[in-house]
């Protein structure tokens, strides 16, 4: 969502500086007593605030995560909404520890940022919402339609690829801001609104009458959406990965929020080890033994996270679809820890 196609010389010369001065990002992380963690100015389910600043949201719930590995307190964690522009100069700069802002993983921003991804919280691919008034089944019929869509994005990119490529007449109606790409659409200035399916379907749950809109069938590019951390501190980029590993690792051994005490007793050899009750994984990292197993008594593991943030039970009701273990037929899929 919001993937800006600048590469920033400031957010580049800063990431090269970074590394040295933030190479010890936990130290830093205990000294103040929380996490900072950059997220959206708020896209339903993955990281938005409520009526008393209180954040939730899929993206969010992995920086408690971390929080909970590093502190047993999933509470302590701070939070800086960010704008496509803003995110990548943050994080070089050391104002954030963590970017978890739906932010696509992309090769020219793992190699000229001074970042790096630690995994995929979310696979995501851009796609169409129109008015279900207008009778549009399929993104081929958008010919000479008013496209609302966020400048300086790979967004705009992937569309002008996709209309070029079925001969179709490409008509933008370009914003600088996202939530002005979504009021323009809500006021009728264009016909179509196209960004991740993910953010559509958060932005559709919104609208006064979501029924009046239908996300189109097709999706035109890959967005394997993930949370950033700055290079050069392997320890930190190592708490986070194995913090999203153990969240992934829980789900598939079937170890939740509310069977975690009771499987402390478990004889699987799997479970012991991601508990802390069998090796001791934290320890060569920094963290306790038991840092699995308080990710997941806080926070529960990937599968709670998708189902209570953005699953079908929710305003958003999101299928799991290439977001379900590998095991389902999706592509999360846990390194092991052994």
């Not at 339903?44 to 009526?51: E, L, R, V």
């Not at 995994?119 to 129109?130: H, L």
């Not at 079937?254 to 050899?269: C, H, I, K």
């Not at 308080?294 to 929710?314: A, M, W």
Request: with cysteine; glycine share 10%.
């Amino acid at each position: 969502m919001q993937k800006t196609l600048v590469t920033f010389a400031v957010a580049a010369s800063l990431g090269l500086g970074a590394t040295a001065a933030h190479a010890a990002t936990l130290d830093d992380v205990k000294a103040k007593d929380y996490v900072q963690c950059g997220v959206t100015g708020g896209v339903a389910g993955f990281s938005a605030p409520d009526a008393n600043n209180v954040w939730t949201g899929l993206e969010v719930d992995f920086c408690r995560a971390v929080a909970s590995a590093i502190f047993n307190d999933a509470e302590k964690v701070r939070y800086t909404p960010l704008t496509s522009q803003e995110r990548f100069a943050a994080l070089s700069a050391g104002e954030i520890d963590i970017l978890s802002r739906t932010t696509t993983w992309t090769m020219s921003r793992d190699t000229d940022l001074g970042i790096s991804f630690v995994g995929t919280m979310y696979y995501d691919g851009q796609g169409f919402m129109v008015r279900a008034a207008d009778g549009i089944a399929s993104a081929l019929d958008l010919s000479g339609a008013a496209i609302c869509i966020e400048s300086g994005t790979t967004t705009e990119l992937n569309a002008a690829d996709y209309f070029a490529a079925n001969n179709l007449e490409f008509n933008t109606v370009v914003f600088v801001d996202q939530d002005e790409v979504v009021k323009a659409y809500e006021d009728g200035r264009c016909d179509v609104y196209t960004t991740d399916a993910s953010a559509l379907a958060a932005e559709r749950s919104k609208f006064a009458v979501p029924a009046d809109h239908i996300i189109l069938p097709e999706i035109i590019s890959k967005e394997p959406l993930g949370p950033v951390v700055r290079q050069g501190d392997d320890q930190w980029f190592k708490i986070n990965r194995w913090v999203y590993f153990a969240l992934l690792e829980a789900e598939e051994l079937g170890v939740t929020s509310a069977n975690v005490d009771e499987m402390l007793g478990s004889d699987n050899p799997a479970i012991k080890r991601l508990l802390g009750v069998e090796g001791d994984f934290g320890t060569p990292i920094g963290l306790t033994k038991d840092w699995a197993y308080q990710v997941i008594k806080l926070i529960g593991n990937y599968g709670e996270s998708f189902e209570r943030n953005v699953g079908t039970n929710t305003d958003i009701g999101l299928e799991r679809g290439l977001n379900a273990l590998w095991k389902d037929g999706g592509l999360q899929y846990s390194a092991p820890i052994r």
